[in-house]
């Protein structure tokens, strides 16, 4: 804020009061004394209100209920970051009032957030086709291990090579995902050198 007549942005405050516009925002409305030349006059400040927004937190088989205080005019979108009770989660999706799905949206057109923690590691199945047999594990990795289509990995006594991956839209049979983006990873035995051992990340009774 600065003088109407001066422009000097040294001010006093002589007059404070708040109301509220709407649930969205509230003003507040100021009498100031400029103090390099004396002028009085009036302002008003639009102060946007945060407001809870549920959040639909899902690890693994599990969903959960929670909220985040947004800002009404504030933009948020898939891949965004939020705090909830100290734990870092990531939007994997946007619900809007008319319950329509997007990508980004103000918070204001918000009806649910969609999330998952990023504290946990992901969860994924290796299928490994033992020419009519299939064998299969689910496994427990870091989120950003990486699998790429033609790497060889080791699982209990099986090396195989990675020939298609199912990601959480797509099904690739080229280049690489990340483990957290990962449903199914499917391989056939080779030999040779192997990239990783993933015996270790195998889920107890899978």
Known sequence: MKCPICGSESLKVLKSRTESDSKYKKIKRLVLECED?????????????PLEYPVIISQYEKSWKDKVKLYSDEEIAVGDTLSINGRLVEITSLELKNGKRV???KALDLATIWAIPLDAPARLGVSIDLHGKVFSKKLEIDRNFTFRVGDIFKLKNHIFKVKSIKTIDRHIKRGAAPAHKIKRVYGSPTRGKYKFDLSENIISGS
């Open 37 to 49: 030349c004396g002028t009085i006059f009036k302002e008003n400040l639009v102060i946007s209100k």
């Open 103 to 105: 990508d980004k949206c």
